[in-house]
């Protein structure tokens, strides 16, 4: 095996180049920091963005309702107002996650507003949930 460059989210990350076609990087020695040992936490965009506040957050929503996807972390610019962000989203500043679990929306939102690290907290119509380290408000 050979040491491949990928780029990934505007970073240059040295990866394996997997002929066995793992599907995973917890399964190359020495990767496994970049995976969620146990899965409860799925991210669909990047990790490295999420404050170290909000994961514990996360963390605690997925003990407690399941496994938890991370749709929204890092929004570039373009990207929030292509998305209909508010112009000072806490999103631009790695501030904020846009996730979905499963559960009652009543009491995951009551769950989310009882976490002291969660500013803004809202659920959307088609389901996400987002929080944020801001002040305390909702929308």
């Known amino acids: 095996m050979r040491l491949r460059p990928v780029v990934i989210s505007g ?37 490295w963005c999420v404050p170290r506040s909000l994961k514990k957050v996360l963390n605690r929503v997925a003990d407690r309702y399941g496994r938890v996807t991370v749709h929204s972390t890092k929004r570039w610019w373009l990207e929030n107002w292509w998305k209909g962000g508010a112009s000072n989203s806490y999103h631009l500043d790695c501030k904020a996650v846009d996730f979905t679990v499963r559960g009652d929306p ?26 944020d380290t801001g002040p305390r408000r909702t929308w």
């Open 11 to 47: 970073f240059l990350l040295p990866a394996l180049l997997l002929l066995s076609g793992c599907g995973s990087l917890s399964g190359v020695t020495g990767l496994g920091w970049m995976t969620s040992s146990s899965d409860k936490i799925v991210y669909n965009d990047t990790e």
């Open 106 to 131: 009543g009491a995951i939102l009551a769950f989310l507003k009882a976490q002291p690290e969660v500013g803004g907290y809202k659920r959307y119509a088609f389901g996400h949930y987002h929080i």
